[in-house]
T-cell receptor, first 114, second 115 residues
Framework: DAGVIQSPRHEVTEMGQEVTLRCKPISGHDYLFWYRQTMMRGLELLIYFNNNVPIDDSGMPEDRFSAKMPNASFSTLKIQPSEPRDSAVYFC????????????FGPGTRLTVT | GDSVTQMEGPVTLSEEAFLTINCTYTATGYPSLFWYVQYPGEGLQLLLKATKADDKGSNKGFEATYRKETTSFHLEKGSVQVSDSAVYFCALPNAGGTSYGKLTFGQGTILTVHP
């Protein structure tokens, strides 16, 4: 199994530009999670999906952030317009669900907004 | 709501020293408990888990026992190696309502092991 795939691995962009992060979960997993990690705030859950439906987006910081899951094998996290404070590592994770299920994390996308 | 509290870090040890990272939790019922590890430049990965009270999870020489009487799940290793240097997260799944399926993580403990 290839694991959770994220692209790009690194993204450098200028303030005001649109950024799109992509994630391919592990086949057969029903849950998909987007996290953000920074030194200041640690690991934060932004949004998660169950069977392609957003369940909880209370962690999305503001309207500049949006996430979609058009099918079971693809999700995007979009930031428009981007700001320097959005600089972070963004992780995607997937799981089969259930209270004893492991979440499998992707390698992350390191975003730098200048 | 559910919460996880980990010991303050960072932790710095010499190789072959004994490691303990404390984790306590508050939750409704008796959830599964997890330890995740994040090596430099990588995503988190499951280190070990326990699904019920008194269970002991173990992996790579690490152990943690689910203690419901003290609501704790402390991580231990008898002899750490330089390769164990990483960030360690305690976590529990949310069982109720609209939060079902997501994990509550502790703040993470940075471990550095010197030769």
């Amino acid at each position: 199994d290839a694991g959770v795939i994220q692209s790009p691995r690194h993204e450098v962009t200028e303030m005001g530009q649109e950024v799109t992060l992509r994630c391919k979960p592990i086949s057969g997993h029903d849950y998909l999670f987007w996290y953000r990690q920074t030194m200041m705030r640690g690991l934060e859950l932004l949004i998660y999906f169950n069977n392609n439906v957003p369940i909880d987006d209370s962690g999305m910081p503001e309207d500049r952030f949006s996430a979609k899951m058009p099918n079971a094998s693809f999700s995007t996290l979009k930031i428009q317009p981007s700001e320097p404070r959005d600089s972070a590592v963004y992780f995607c994770a997937s799981s089969r669900g259930g209270l004893a299920s492991e979440q499998y994390f992707g390698p992350g996308t390191r975003l730098t907004v200048t | 709501g559910d919460s996880v509290t980990q010991m303050e870090g960072p932790v710095t040890l010499s190789e072959e020293a004994f490691l303990t990272i404390n984790c306590t939790y508050t939750a409704t019922g008796y959830p599964s408990l997890f330890w995740y590890v994040q090596y430099p430049g990588e995503g988190l990965q499951l280190l070990l888990k326990a699904t019920k009270a008194d269970d002991k999870g173990s992996n790579k020489g690490f152990e943690a026992t689910y203690r419901k009487e003290t609501t704790s799940f402390h991580l231990e290793k008898g002899s750490v190696q330089v390769s164990d240097s990483a960030v360690y997260f305690c976590a529990l799944p949310n069982a109720g309502g609209t939060s079902y399926g997501k994990l509550t993580f502790g703040q993470g403990t940075i471990l550095t092991v010197h030769p």
